[in-house]
């Protein structure tokens, strides 16, 4: 006989996207280790060894219980012998060496605090850290010439170290859709990232615009972008903009993960009389700096669109490699295309898309991997 410690866990299927990950899991530790090794690949330029470190911890994050002894996972997909090492040693001492060293380190503490400057990747961060700049106060010190994102970034560093709460998304909610609405009747808003997938907090707000009629979204974002800087809500706007082709023959260039819907990064000035919940403004102030994605896309692409920016990033990544390894499609933020058939599929909710990929539906709490 052997105690519920030992009673294997069933074998779950290897991609994130063929299992429900919820936002609440029984691994916390475990993950939260994998997670900051995950981090410092990521940091390190080391994608694909940070998403080695992903998959692992999400593998975790789908276990219906507590693992107890590293033997518990065994014939369990997705675990490297890199993450495994991570988990026996957490799990027998209770902390990693490799973690407690990594969160230590001068650069991972520099990379991570010059990277939550907006507009700052981690190459940037490198070169800086290099020059001896750890701090964003050494970077303004430092007097480089920094762009006009990045200034925005240093301005209103701390409100966007702040993570965003619910209450906070749902105020800017109401702001972009009444800009929506004003600018184009009809049109329609749906509050998209880690907001849809039940998260309580989040480090922007994520939206996804679209008018049931194809065409009217044409020139959309520009208009609401200026009617909200009108109105004084913008501290920051840049817009991108949208230049998908398709072929009638297969994709127009080579797939790539970044899409090309217009697209406005953006940072918001959310007042206390928009948002009764803003203890978190320093002082006396009466506003707090937020950052917002909105995301326009033409109604016939709105499935695709609102699965592709629904994330999390790992499940995206996993659903686009499902449908190249497992189906011989390509699956974009705007279309799938069938390979074999050679043709792209039809979608009008993300219901049909998972089901065309031949997977069972995963509905957006379910998609925190
Ligand atoms: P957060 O904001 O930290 O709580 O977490 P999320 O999951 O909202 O992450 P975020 O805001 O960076 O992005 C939301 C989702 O949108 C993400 O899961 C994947 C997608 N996404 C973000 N940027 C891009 C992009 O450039 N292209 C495409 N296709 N998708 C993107
Ligand atoms: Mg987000």
């Not at 907006?118 to 480089?144: C, M, N, Y």
């Not at 049931?212 to 009617?227: C, D, I, N, Y």
Request: net charge neutral.
């Amino acid at each position: 006989l052997c105690g519920a410690d030992e009673l294997a866990v069933v074998s779950l299927p290897s991609y994130a996207c063929q299992r429900h990950t919820p936002l609440l899991h029984h691994n916390t530790v475990l993950i939260d280790a994998l997670s900051i090794l995950a981090e410092n690949a990521e940091l390190s330029e080391n994608e694909g060894r940070g998403v080695a470190f992903r998959r692992a911890g999400a593998l975790l994050k789908s276990l219906p219980q507590e693992i107890r002894r590293v033997e518990q996972l065994r014939g369990q997909p997705c675990l490297g012998d890199h993450s495994l090492r991570v988990i026996k040693e957490v799990l027998e001492d209770g902390v990693c060496c490799e973690v407690e060293t990594t969160k230590e380190s001068r650069q991972f503490k520099a990379m991570k605090a010059l990277t939550g400057i907006f507009g700052v990747g981690a190459k940037t961060a490198d070169r800086w850290f290099r020059e001896g700049i750890h701090t964003p106060s050494d970077l303004q010190r430092s007097g480089h010439n920094l762009n006009r994102a990045q200034r925005a970034g240093v301005q209103y560093y701390d409100d966007l170290n702040q993570p965003v709460r619910k209450a906070e998304a749902d105020a800017i909610g109401l702001i972009v859709e009444k800009a929506v609405s004003e600018v184009l009747p009809g049109a329609k808003i749906t509050l998209i990232g880690g907001f849809r997938r039940g998260k309580e907090t989040g480090h922007d707000v994520d939206f996804l615009i679209t008018h049931p009629e194809e065409g009217r979204e044409e020139g959309l974002m520009a208009k609401v972008v200026s009617w909200l800087e009108a109105q004084g809500f913008l501290l920051y706007h840049k817009t991108t903009r949208n230049s998908y082709l398709e072929s009638k023959d297969g994709p127009a260039r080579p797939p790539s993960n970044m899409d090309r819907f217009e697209r406005c990064f953006s940072i918001f000035r959310l007042t206390r009389e928009e948002s009764s919940m803003l203890s978190q403004c320093s002082g006396s102030r009466s506003w707090m700096a937020v950052r917002v994605d909105m995301v326009v896309s033409p109604y016939s692409q709105f499935a695709f669109a609102l699965l592709g920016w629904t994330g999390s990033k790992l499940f995206e990544r996993e659903l686009r490699r499902w449908a190249v390894h497992e189906r011989a499609m390509t699956l974009s933020s705007h279309t799938l295309y069938d390979s074999t058939k050679r043709q792209y599929l039809r979608a009008n909710s993300e219901e049909e898309i998972f089901a065309l990929l031949g997977l069972e539906y995963i509905p957006p709490c379910g998609r925190n991997a």
